[in-house]
């Protein structure tokens, strides 16, 4: 069922950035890839979302590989409150009342551990 | 603006029993949708409601049941708890206007289920 695929973990020192991928070779056209996070005792957290180009907000980038097989969520200077469990997403393009399939599948993502 | 809240934050039954979660989406969230996160499974997709119809529904049995109001709130039951029905229940909701991919989830901070 996964769509996604991740690192089980990964590390990072404080202050350098922070590279995660996410492999998704079956995603459709219609394909929004997502990425979300959550802390320890949280609810995930929305990152960041795109379609087919690079995206940028104040918390991170988000690269999208020319075919859309693979996504790097980027993040430019870790800090000790980025560790957390990263999730990437996907999620199609679908009416609210919609008849297609869209089931929101989340998998295990990474675990991003910061060293100081 | 508020955010995603739900109640109560813990909770204790015993096998057999059952429980009724709630969640309050963010204002003008017309999309709810709620998951099961258990160590070993990781985040798992319950249902989708929007508009007080439910419109995707994960891998789960009958026992586990939601509903949506038509002011967007949202309740989720499980019927005759299971020990394995222990877990953090999270619910998210979402803008929605023209479809569900371009729509950022907001979770809560979810509902500890303990049961004995």
């Known amino acids: 069922d996964a769509k996604t695929t991740q690192p089980n973990s990964m590390e990072s020192n404080e202050e350098e950035p922070v590279h995660l991928p996410c492999n998704h070779s079956?995603?459709?056209?219609?394909?929004?890839i997502h990425w979300y996070r959550q802390l320890p005792s949280q609810g995930p957290e929305y990152v960041i979302h795109g379609l087919t180009s690079n995206v940028n907000n104040r918390m991170a980038s988000l690269a999208i590989a020319e075919d859309r097989k693979s996504s790097t969520l980027i993040l430019h200077r870790a800090t000790l409150r980025d560790a957390a469990v990263y999730y990437c997403i996907l999620r199609d393009v679908v009416p609210p009342l919609g008849n297609r399939d869209d089931k929101i599948i989340f998998g295990k993502g990474t675990r991003l551990h910061i060293l100081p | 603006k508020a955010g995603v809240t739900q109640t109560p934050r813990y909770l204790i039954k015993t096998r057999g029993q059952q429980v009724t979660l709630s969640c309050s989406p963010i204002s003008g969230h017309r999309s709810v949708s709620w998951y099961q996160q258990t160590p070993g499974q990781g985040l798992q997709f319950l249902f989708e409601y929007f508009s007080e119809t439910q419109r995707n529904k994960g891998n789960f049995p009958g026992r586990f049941s939601g509903r949506q109001f038509s002011n967007s709130r949202s309740e989720m039951n499980v019927s005759t708890l299971e020990l394995g029905d222990s877990a953090l229940y999270l619910c998210a909701s979402s803008l929605v206007n023209h479809g569900t991919g371009n729509s950022p989830l907001h979770f809560g901070n979810g509902t500890r289920l303990t049961v004995t």
């Open positions: 079956t995603i459709s056209g219609t394909d929004y």
